[in-house]
Structures are given as structure tokens and as C-alpha cells.
């Protein structure tokens, strides 16, 4: 069994796309940075409800808080090379901040995959000690 499960909090830097497939279901995704240098740039793709409520609720500048499946997606260039391309399939995202000059940073849809909550929080209460491997 191969363990990919992924963690990651960052800045949105593009905005969240929405897709369908063919049978309807909604697909968004959206680049997060993760890294101050600006150089941790990852991409992040929803499906189903978590897709539509991402595609309504975050915006470029928000502080998210993904957790997901890591996969690598290869491809080939146009000049025939071979491109590996690291994403996260979100199983949940939370919105921890909106980005400066929001009208209302509270104003977040509520549902069972994304929440907010206020940077005052205290992180121990997120963290559940008995799920940490160490």
C-alpha cells in the first residue's frame, strides 16, 4: 500500500476553475503557494460538492488549508519530453483567512468539506494527537 495523504496550507494564487465531465460532475482547481519565496507552487483539484463550493467560495489571496491525496499526472511537451506535474485531489479544504481588502471574511459557505475559521484559533485544538505517527 503506497501512502500519498497530504497536508498543505498556502496563499491561492490562481483562481479556482470549474469544470464538468461529461457525466456532470463538477471539477475546480486552483494553485496554492505554499512556500514565502514564491517558489512552492502546487495545484489543487475538487470534485463533486467540494468542487462547486470551492469555485463560489475561495478567491485569489485566501489562506487555505487543504487535505488530500498527493498524485503525480505525467504528460508530454510539445517538443516530445516527458512532464511530471504534482497535485493534490482534496478531500477537504478550509479557508483559513480571506485575502486583504475582502468586504466580509466571515461571509464563507458552511459545509461538510470546507469551513472557515479565524486565525486566532489556537492550532493545538486542530491537531489531534493520537492521529500523529511519532
Known amino acids: 500500500m503506497t501512502l500519498a495523504k497530504a497536508f498543505i496550507t498556502g496563499a491561492v494564487v490562481k483562481a479556482p476553475?470549474?469544470?464538468?465531465?461529461?457525466?456532470?460532475?463538477?471539477?475546480?482547481g486552483f494553485t496554492i503557494n505554499f512556500d514565502p519565496a514564491n517558489?512552492?507552487?502546487?495545484?489543487?483539484?475538487?470534485?463533486?460538492?467540494l468542487a462547486e463550493t470551492i469555485s463560489s467560495t475561495i478567491n485569489i489571496g485566501d489562506?487555505?488549508?487543504?487535505?488530500?491525496?498527493?498524485?503525480?499526472?505525467?504528460?508530454?511537451?510539445p517538443?516530445?519530453?516527458?512532464?511530471?506535474?504534482?497535485?493534490?485531489?482534496?478531500n477537504s479544504v478550509e479557508k483559513i483567512s480571506a485575502a486583504q481588502g475582502a468586504t466580509n471574511p466571515s461571509?464563507?459557505?458552511?459545509?461538510?468539506?470546507?469551513?472557515?475559521?479565524?486565525?486566532?484559533e489556537?492550532?493545538?485544538d486542530l491537531i489531534d494527537e493520537d492521529e500523529i505517527p511519532f
Open 122 to 124: 489556537i492550532a493545538q
Open 63 to 77: 489562506n487555505v488549508a487543504v487535505e488530500g491525496r498527493l498524485q503525480i499526472n505525467s504528460y508530454k511537451l
Open 17 to 28: 476553475e470549474k469544470r464538468f465531465t461529461q457525466n456532470d460532475m463538477a471539477i475546480a
Open 39 to 49: 517558489e512552492g507552487l502546487i495545484r489543487i483539484v475538487a470534485f463533486g460538492q
Open 107 to 120: 461571509a464563507v459557505a458552511q459545509n461538510d468539506n470546507i469551513v472557515s475559521f479565524n486565525q486566532d
Open 79 to 90: 517538443n516530445g519530453k516527458d512532464k511530471k506535474v504534482f497535485e493534490i485531489s482534496a
